[in-house]
């Protein structure tokens, strides 16, 4: 796919993207993963204690579940369409590489989609029984599966680990990540659903019309929140086991080094921090509200107190996701490809022989003509533009008039976040300057 990549004002071509993800993956992926799983144990509960409000909250769940796997599915497309607009040869590389995977991932969506649906449209007539308690888990299985495929994928553009020497498939799916992150997704499925049941009691609570009804809306509300609780402060083990892999997965990836430093103390700090302090405060609110005092959770301050936990939450997840995103850039993978979608490793030297590009004998003394020979092509037209020919993502016309030669050179050399330094030698560099100097 060689067709030039669309143009997206102010959010940019990965901005939209991130957007997309950070809307997909809790409210759809994680959601999906831990809500049959919460069903199941319920129904299961259910039988065991003969208490009805278990079984009420399962066929609930699972309802919910189906409309959240039918609805999810437009997000994956989505997903799928926009990185086909957006990054097309990026996109074809991607399907090159996860091919079987993808294809494994037709197989536990369908798994996913039609266990739920079997779960939910079985309940009034099957429930306790073992083989429907197996049918959930069959569709808990499917979400799994499908959660383990797309954790693979994303997980691989920040530590694409032994791939880029192997090309193998393996390396790529179980790349130095792969496990941690999966585990800290594990405890972030239960953590969104418990989250989003929270809001589910409080639903029920405003729509009760009679006492079995509030009974029910704060027994939901105290379960509902023990999931949330639980599985938001255990996250903080997999979370520190997910840090110490991105260092083993960056540190050598790319001439950069590691990108831990700059959550730890550096541009994204603000947002890793941040998150964390976010994920605390969520979860302080929910245990005073609704595990130590579900009554009080229910009067009016309370209510907007669990609102705000859960808005917090998901605002926690929305900043790690941002963080993951730009902890990546210049490159779209670490270290392979930058955002601009060139390989890294073509970059070097293509003026000099070491690429495809058939170019004539590069003379001593910085000259325009060369310069824009070199600008031509390498890998600056990708994204930039003179006289409206070129990328879309900015263009260059008049930068002479903007920047000095000096200044010229450390842009290229240092360029800002975002922008993949240009990796030739010094004596194109010096044509390079020439060339964009001479654009008054």
Same mark, same amino acid.
């Given at each position: ?16 993207? &991130?957007?997309?993800? /950070? ?37 609930? /769940?699972?309802?919910? &579940? ?38 494994? +991932? ?40 499908? @959660? %383990? ?15 880029? +020497?192997? $090309? ?29 049941m929270i809001i589910y009691a409080l639903w029920k609570h405003a729509r009760s019309k009679s006492e079995d009804d509030q009974q029910y809306a704060k027994w939901s509300l105290k379960y509902a929140s ?17 840090? *110490?892999q991105i260092e083993v997965g960056t540190r050598f990836a790319a001439p950069e080094g590691s990108v831990v430093p700059k959550l730890l103390a550096g541009p994204l700090t603000f947002f890793w921090v941040?998150?964390?302090? !976010? ?5 302080? %609110? ?11 959770? /229910?009067?009016?301050?309370g209510k907007l107190g669990l609102i705000v936990s859960v808005l917090l939450i998901l605002a926690t997840t929305s900043f790690m996701g941002f963080t993951r995103e730009r902890a990546r850039k210049p490159? %779209? ?8 979608? !060139?390989?890294? $490793? !073509?970059?070097? @030297? ?19 003509? *060369? ?8 890998? =600056?037209?990708? =994204? ?26 450390? %842009? ?29």
């Open positions: 796919m060689d067709w030039p990549p669309i143009d997206v004002p102010v959010l940019g071509r990965s901005g939209l993207i &991130a957007l997309i993800a /950070l809307v997909h993956i809790p409210f759809f992926v994680n959601f999906v993963m831990g809500a049959p799983v919460i069903a199941v144990i319920s129904e299961w509960m259910g039988r065991k204690t003969g208490n009805h409000y278990f079984d009420r909250f399962s066929k609930h /769940l699972s309802t919910m &579940a189906l409309v959240t796997v039918a609805v999810g599915a437009f997000g994956g497309i989505g997903l799928v369409v926009s990185n086909l607009g957006l990054f097309p040869k990026f996109f074809t590389m991607g399907v090159s590489i996860f091919f079987w995977p993808l294809v494994l +991932e037709i197989f536990a969506f369908t798994l996913e989609a039609v266990g739920i649906a079997v779960y939910r449209y079985t309940w009034d007539k099957h429930k306790h029984t073992n083989g429907h308690l197996a049918i959930g888990l069959v569709g808990a299985f499917g979400a799994w599966l499908s @959660g %383990l495929i797309i954790n693979g994928l994303a997980s691989f553009m920040l530590t694409p680990g032994k791939w880029a +020497e192997t $090309q193998s498939i393996l390396d790529a799916w179980f790349n130095p990540t792969s496990l941690a992150s999966f585990t800290h997704r594990a405890m972030a499925a239960f953590s969104i659903t418990g989250f989003f023990k999931y949330a609780f639980v599985a938001t402060a255990l996250q903080v083990f997999p979370g520190l086991w997910y840090l *110490t941040g998150g964390l302090l !976010m994920a605390a405060v969520a979860v302080f %609110l929910v245990y005073f509200l609704g595990i130590n005092n579900p009554k009080a959770g /229910l009067s009016k301050w490159y %779209l993978v670490y270290g392979v490809v930058y955002g601009n979608q !060139m390989m890294a $490793q !073509m970059l070097p @030297g293509f003026m000099t022989g070491e690429s495809n590009q058939p170019v004539a004998t590069v003379p001593e003394e910085p000259d325009a003509t *060369t310069g824009k020979t070199i600008f031509e092509s390498g890998t =600056c037209k990708a =994204c930039h533009s003179i006289n409206g020919e070129g990328g879309a993502v900015k263009a260059l016309d008049g930068v002479g008039s903007r920047y000095d030669m000096v200044g010229l050179k450390n %842009l290229l050399e240092t360029p800002p976040a975002g922008m993949p330094p240009f990796t030739g030698t010094e004596n194109e560099i010096e044509h390079l300057v020439a060339y964009l100097e001479s654009l008054k």
